[in-house]
């Protein structure tokens, strides 16, 4: 699980979905985002799948 400000989702995102979309196409690993929870200012993204696929999500998600 990663945290994020709720400011740079919109860059994980892209323009409707498509960044996070390759993010998931070039890692092979699932990738929750979960909704705004009212009154916080992070989003708790959730990847899973295998080591190198979670490891490899995760450093294109902070590139």
């Known amino acids: 699980e990663l945290t994020i400000p709720n400011n740079l989702i919109g ?3 892209g323009c409707q979905g498509a ?11 699932q990738i929750k985002i979960a909704n705004p929870v009212e009154g916080s200012t992070d ?4 990847i ?5 696929s979670i ?9």
């Open 11 to 13: 860059c994980i995102l």
């Open 19 to 29: 960044k996070i979309n390759e993010i998931r196409q070039m890692s092979g690993a």
């Open 43 to 46: 989003r708790q993204i959730t």
């Open 48 to 52: 899973t799948g295998s080591a190198a």
């Open 55 to 63: 490891s490899l999500a995760q450093y294109l998600i902070n590139v």
